[in-house]
């Protein structure tokens, strides 16, 4: 992908997890620069900001040797998500489920979620730990404005509203811990990698 | 030449923590009189936060952008990007002037920063033509700078307050007035107290940049004082009435110091745009490949610091069968291409993933000429190599 960057693409999000955790090595280790950028998403790792054509190389020589394998997947840090399971899309999304929607909240808590990348906005983590056959359409009609801490699911993956802005996911709940702070270090508490559990609570009770 | 700021703390990495130095005291700032269509702070923009969705930013005419701050005597740690939050670069040559002194750059806490503000004292040295040490080490990218204004279509009036600067207006030919009296473009101009500096209509290209001394001093987010204007961060786009804080007045020594890079020398007539190839030009009409690389295109009035959106070409038709492209990373200068076939060259502030295919990529030396080129302006990809497979 140009003349600083490589795309590199694999078949499964559990394969973008281990490859961009043995990026994470490699830089750690200096064979990638300290300013490299690694920038997952659904079923690629693109590496930007490559010195030079050696760099670019080497790095593209190391690629096509990489053997996919199974990702640590269980070892990221935990982030528990205090959440209310009112969202107005939920008595849909249990329909499709065909559950009630108290019974779709708690299969949506039983699960282990993580962070696969973010994307759409700043803060917006695409979660992965859904089983595909939950997997929901997105909404036929976007939403001009969905609240900041909304808990939204589409395809099979599940998503924190990180501040007010569009969107066309399926709202299930919410919560009000705050996932997004510009102004905090670490602006993000969902960073690729982070295991997720959403922990259902009732209104009141979701602040920290 | 040694860096005014003596011995910066360790950086700290917090943009909350670089919040907290703005507003010099005493200090100088412009008051917008006049805001024009469209103008935001920016400066080498964000870097090591893509993982988390947030955009790059930054001034898009990086040449002008330099030259600029190169102008009024502004240099790495200067009111800036880059508080700490990447690393130092690991490889090559550049010592001394790792990022992470920008976050030292509290205004006013340098107390040689402050001395050598004497107007009017500048006689004989023409301030520009110092040849200058190549601050940039020889980087080929935006190097850290101070914070200016980008000015889309000109059209600003400020006026500044408490104590006199230096300023110096780049980019894209525009006509500046301090208090209704014509001065130099592209060079450091001497402003006084008070004065109202006016920037008109540009008479060619899009976007001109205005650096003062000291940069302007507004609040880091996420180690950069850019506006974003899709990811909304950074400080909202000028109002009338916005008042912009400076930081500390630079040495007249420093003045012209450091030049690393000269300015594009006139906006496009017509605009020539190298295009690697891939990562997804599989995904398209072998014929419409062909057709991309012979016949021109124009720059649509769309167009945006996300992108360079272009118009009246061929539409790149995809292969049939191929189904929707899982979002993927995306890297300044990709060209990607919407369902209707017509090219997007991604600029500074474009989304960090996208679900478009991206048929190429233009080499970041090419994006300032795409900053500059009015709409309308007649555009040609040149592939570097056989685009179609």
């Keep these: 992908m140009g003349p600083r960057a490589l795309l590199a693409e694999v078949t499964t999000d559990d394969q973008v997890s281990a490859l961009l955790a043995d990026l994470v090595l490699r830089q750690q280790a ?104 939950l997997a929901v359409p997105r909404r036929a009609t976007p939403r001009t404005r969905v609240p900041a801490g909304s808990v939204a699911v589409a395809g099979a993956y599940t998503g924190v509203y990180p501040s007010p802005s569009p969107g066309g996911w399926q709202l299930i709940g919410h919560t009000t811990l705050r996932l997004w702070d510009e102004q905090r270090t670490p602006a993000a508490l969902l960073t690729p990698g982070t295991r997720v559990r959403f922990v259902p609570v009732t209104e009141g009770a979701t602040g920290r | 030449m040694t860096e005014h700021q003596g011995g910066s703390a360790s950086g700290s990495a917090s943009g909350s923590v670089a919040s907290g130095s703005v507003a010099p005291v005493p200090g100088r700032w412009f008051v917008v009189v006049r805001p024009g269509p469209l103008t935001t702070i920016q400066d080498t923009g964000r870097r090591g936060v893509a993982a988390l969705g947030v955009p790059r930013a ?66 004989g040295g023409h301030p520009g033509s110092g040849a200058g040490g190549r601050a940039g080490g020889g980087r080929t990218g935006i190097a850290p700078g101070a914070a200016v204004l980008e000015a889309t279509f000109g059209g600003l009036a400020l006026r500044l307050v408490g104590g006199a600067a230096w300023i110096a207006v780049t980019g894209a030919p525009t006509p500046v007035h301090v208090d209704g009296r014509a001065v130099a473009f592209s060079a450091p101009v001497r402003v006084r107290e008070g004065a109202l500096v006016e920037i008109g209509r540009p008479v060619a290209g899009v976007r001109c940049y205005l ?170 990809l040149l592939p570097t190599a056989r685009l179609e497979p």
């Design chain 1, 30 to 133: 200096g064979a990638l620069g300290a300013d490299v950028e690694l920038v997952p998403a659904a079923r690629t790792v693109l590496v930007d900001g490559l010195a030079d054509a050696r760099e670019r190389t080497s790095l593209a020589a190391w690629l096509a040797a990489w053997e996919p394998h199974a990702g640590d997947t269980g070892t990221g840090p935990l982030l528990e998500v205090p959440t209310v399971y009112d969202g107005e899309d939920l008595p849909e999304v249990a329909a499709l489920w065909g559950l009630s929607p108290a019974d779709a909240a708690r299969r949506h808590a039983a699960c282990e979620f993580r962070v696969a990348f973010c994307g759409f906005s700043p803060g917006f983590a695409y979660l992965t730990g859904l089983p595909a056959d």
């Design chain 2, 58 to 123: 930054g001034a898009l005419d990086g040449p002008a952008f330099r030259w600029a701050n190169t102008l009024v005597g502004n240099r790495d740690g200067d009111a800036g990007g880059h508080a700490g939050v990447v690393a130092a670069q690991a490889a090559g040559g550049r010592t001394g002037d790792s990022p992470d002194t920008a976050a030292g750059s509290h205004p006013g806490s340098g107390a040689g920063g402050s001395l050598g503000d004497s107007p009017d004292t500048a006689a």
């Design chain 2, 211 to 380: 650096a003062v001394d000291g940069g302007f001093a507004v609040p880091r987010v996420l180690g950069s004082r850019s506006t974003d204007l899709l990811a909304g961060l950074g400080p909202d786009q000028l109002h009338a009435g916005t008042r912009l804080p400076l930081g500390p007045p630079r040495r007249l020594d420093s003045l012209g110091q450091g030049a690393d890079g000269s300015p594009l020398a006139a906006p496009p007539r017509e605009l020539l745009l190298r295009l690697t190839p891939g990562p997804r030009r599989d995904w398209f009409e072998p014929e419409s490949l062909a057709a991309l690389a012979r016949t021109p295109y124009r720059v649509s009035p769309a167009s945006n610091r996300i992108g360079l959106r272009l118009t009246d070409g061929p539409p790149l038709r995809r292969l049939a069968g191929l189904g929707e492209l899982p979002s993927e990373g995306m890297v300044l200068g990709a060209v990607q291409v919407p369902p209707d076939g017509m090219p997007v060259v991604f600029l500074a502030d474009h989304p960090t993933t996208g679900g478009y295919p991206v048929v190429g990529v233009v080499p970041e030396a090419d994006l300032a000429a795409a900053a500059q080129a009015a709409p309308g302006t007649p555009v040609r």
